[in-house]
């Protein structure tokens, strides 16, 4: 069912197919969800590219005991066929966390949940990092995560406040810190020293069926924003600079994004913890650097990448976006934020590449990908799990063959 509401309009003028529900009174079936694969095997085995040994309980810093969780973090078989997997971000480690309940009753139940970003709430105010390490410890017994842990697989990446300071860049002077807790904390085998950044790459499943996992760091090598002038018209903190000196990603890091999207892949999830997409506002979102937005849209063209679709936390609010790449292939963008920290309401200008409304309350996101029809559906759940948007594109319109 193809419906055109409000500000999809624009959107379904492009031709796509998009299901958007819950749009006002509009209300509608869930995308089929019916799984066409068999779930693979979910190894409790640690394999060496992605852990350290946990039961060593190593100091993660000098005289600091590791802040990893007794029990480990699953980790998903690298022959898995991808059918569903959930993402969300933004988990106070101080309040009750009753969505995983709801995401650990989906049936199917996701065989990876992916943590975009804000896993902890650690701002870092004193010199031995103090705050961030409690936040981890205080996360690291939480007794809805330890049995969504148990359960299922995760993969993360960090935003500002487990990178351990609002908004921070690369000049953040603790970010080494931070990324030895972050790896402990999540069970990871650093890939490089850790004041270069905490990103990487999984690729699951056999080919033809093979989905990418980018996690990018946002954090480590980001340049200063511009403060808002008076001028700038919408709200938030930020305006738009395009100096073409100022970086996302930084140099080495999109050197690795060239390499990844040219690797054997037919699905590629990117994730990048603040928005891509979006325009609308002026908190953190890759158009604060415009340059550096165009330059990812440039690369995708330039690598053939197909198959790509971002995922997106921070905002404290839920939605989906869609752009169109000059060469007809669909970008869509599903941010999921927060899990159990919701604010007010969103006061988001509603620009043209946002499909949905802004929903301020705790959600998570759902990713399902059904091989058999070709297609891929980005829904967003409320708390309890009930559907709030989704939208669903076809693999042609994602540039698959
Ligand atoms: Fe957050």
């Not at 969780?69 to 101080?94: E, M, Y």
């Not at 159990?340 to 998570?364: H, I, V």
Request: with cysteine; aromatic share 8%; hydrophobic share 35%.
């Amino acid at each position: 069912m193809i419906l055109m509401l409000g500000m999809a309009l624009g959107v379904a003028a492009l031709g796509m197919t998009i299901v958007l529900m819950r749009f006002g009174q509009v209300s509608q079936t869930e995308p089929d969800t019916q799984v066409t694969e068999t779930p693979g095997a979910v190894s409790e085995t640690l394999s060496e590219n992605d852990t350290v040994d946990v039961y060593a309980r190593v100091d993660v810093l000098p005289g600091v005991p590791s802040v990893a969780p007794q029990t480990p973090w699953l980790k998903l078989d690298a022959s898995t066929t991808l059918t569903r997997i959930g993402v969300g971000s933004c988990l106070g480690q101080n309040q009750p966390q009753p969505v995983w309940d709801s995401i650990l009753r989906l049936e199917p139940r996701p065989q990876l949940f992916m943590m975009m970003g804000d896993g902890v709430y650690g701002d870092i105010k004193s010199a031995d990092a103090k705050e961030l390490i409690q936040a981890y410890r205080d996360q690291s017994v939480r007794p809805e995560l330890a049995r969504a842990r148990q359960e299922m697989p995760f993969l993360a990446t960090w935003d500002d406040h487990d990178y351990g300071g609002n908004d921070k860049g690369a000049d953040f002077e603790h970010k080494e810190t931070a990324a030895k807790l972050f790896h402990d904390f999540w069970q990871m085998k650093p890939e490089r020293p850790q004041d270069q950044g905490i990103y990487y790459a999984r690729t699951y499943g056999v080919e033809g069926k093979r989905v990418q996992i980018i996690m990018l760091d946002t954090r480590s090598f980001r340049s200063d924003l511009r403060k808002k002038t008076n001028s700038f018209k919408y709200w938030g903190r930020y305006e738009p600079i395009g100096d073409p000196d100022r970086t996302m990603l930084g140099k080495a890091q999109w050197a690795w994004l060239e390499e990844q999207l040219q690797e054997a892949a037919d699905v590629r999830l990117i994730v990048t913890s603040v928005q891509l997409l979006a325009g609308g506002h002026g908190f953190e979102r890759w158009g604060n650097l415009p340059l550096e937005r165009e330059r990812f849209f440039q690369l995708i063209d330039d690598t053939g990448a197909r198959g790509v679709i971002l995922l997106s936390g921070d905002r404290h609010n839920g939605a989906l976006y869609q752009i169109e790449l000059k060469n007809g292939q669909r970008l869509p963008e599903m941010t999921s934020s927060s899990l159990n920290r919701s604010y007010g309401p969103s006061k988001d200008a509603p620009t043209p590449e946002r499909l949905s409304r802004m929903y301020n309350q705790e959600n998570f996101g759902i990713l399902d990908i059904d091989w058999r029809l070709r297609r891929i559906s980005l829904t967003l759940k409320d708390i309890g799990g009930e559907m709030l948007d989704s939208l669903t594109v076809k693999f042609s319109d994602l540039g698959i063959d």
